[in-house]
């Protein structure tokens, strides 16, 4: 009995955890602070449920707890006016530090609050004062509701790693003062931009496991895939974050054929298309078309969402659409150039008028930094010459960059395409 009730302390916990962290943190303005308070909160239920039951609403319970005990907080430091006008505490903290039952019609009295909340807390989260990999912990921690020991098994770290990384930026935002607030006028893009870039880098650790055994992380990437449906609901007059929910929504629509049943990776122009999810390609398009309407035709995750959308639209791999995905990749060249981004031209561009003209674009990325250790260079070039019959110079490329990878899936893949480069019988 009591397994099942922590199981469903621990499924309400994901759902709601997120929205108690922003309502607690908009009352006492520290994110450090908040997040202890909700964690008391759940110490809380998995004192009391097991005794008394699951109650009816399980979420306001728990926020109402958390909001008790950062009340507590409150008349505990014995804040004055002046303090309370300082820290920008709303209207909501100084009457419910009045008014003792206040809390208790809080959800029904305060629900438009939420959305603010949530906006708060992700902008918060992801602010760039951050390194990446600190505002891709810390996200996964308030917003997606992992456990630190949950974030450490999905990027292979170790867990006192991820820990230390958490604490330091709760202590990175307080020191630089940054304001729990949404950002308005011209700090709104760039920090948009940081929690769009969060979220596209937490889907593709998922998507494309870095290292480790397994080709994918399917529940990071659901995570990324929720997080970016949440903002959607949050922000939905900004077509940059359609453009992403239609991208990770049309890059998931694959993930159930990107695999064998043995865990090995099928690539794409070999995928059985009957088993991509046609409700997610759907949704994916749906997303496109409201980020295209709203002006953001041109945006890097609209631009990289409607080259997913030509594969997604495409009955058969021989039927796809290569030049006019070669022709989206030039204009996201365009717009954000990259080494990354030049070499997926250059499979379109190889797709489209020949492996001859993507072999191309390839060499001359030869020389560059960034890719000297980046195992895909090497692949597509080794793909390109076995497809000109330079079977030699294709296995020499599969094992330069077999030797690079770091998943193991990934390194067997390319071992294997070292294996077959050879002539036809």
Known sequence: MHSATHQAIAAVWRIESARIVAAVAR??????????????????ALEHWPREGIPDKPGAWLMTAAKRRA??????????????????????????????????????????????????????????VLPAEARVALTLKLLAGLTTHEIARAYLVPE????????????????????????????????????????????????????????????????????????????????????????LE??????????DREGRPILLADQ?????????????????????????????????????ACHANAPTAQQTDWPRIAALYGELAQLAPSPVVELNRAVAVAMAHGPAAGLEIIDRLQGEKSMRNYQWLPSVRGDLLAKLERYEEARAEFLRAAAMAGNAREKELLLARAHDSRPPG
């Open 71 to 128: 009340l507590d907080h409150l008349r505990h430091g014995k804040l004055q006016d002046e303090k309370l006008r300082e820290l920008g505490l709303d209207l909501e903290a100084q009457e419910a530090l009045i008014v003792p039952d206040f809390v208790d019609a809080l959800d029904a009295a305060r629900q438009d609050d939420i959305g603010d909340d949530m906006l708060r807390l992700v902008f918060t989260a992801c602010h760039p």
């Open 27 to 44: 009352m006492t303005r520290d994110l450090g602070v908040a997040e202890e308070l909700a964690q008391d909160a759940l110490v809380a």
């Open 250 to 259: 049309l890059q998931s629509s694959r993930m159930a054929a990107r695999t």
């Open 272 to 308: 059985d298309r009957a088993r991509w999810d046609h409700l997610l390609i759907r949704r994916g398009l749906a997303a496109l078309e409201r980020a295209q309407k709203l002006g953001g035709q041109h945006g890097f995750y609209a631009l990289q969402a409607a080259i997913a």
């Open 160 to 247: 006192p790693t991820i820990a230390q990384r958490i604490v330091r930026a709760k202590r990175s935002l307080g020191e630089a003062r940054v304001p729990y607030e949404v950002p308005r006028g011209e700090e709104l893009a760039p920090r948009l931009a940081s929690v769009l870039e969060v979220i596209y880098l937490v889907f593709n650790e998922g998507y494309t496991a870095t290292a480790g055994t397994d080709w994918m992380r399917p529940a990071l990437a659901q995570e990324a895939l929720r997080l970016a449906r949440m903002l959607a609901e949050l922000a939905p007059r900004e077509p940059e974050v359609h453009g992403l929910v239609a991208l």
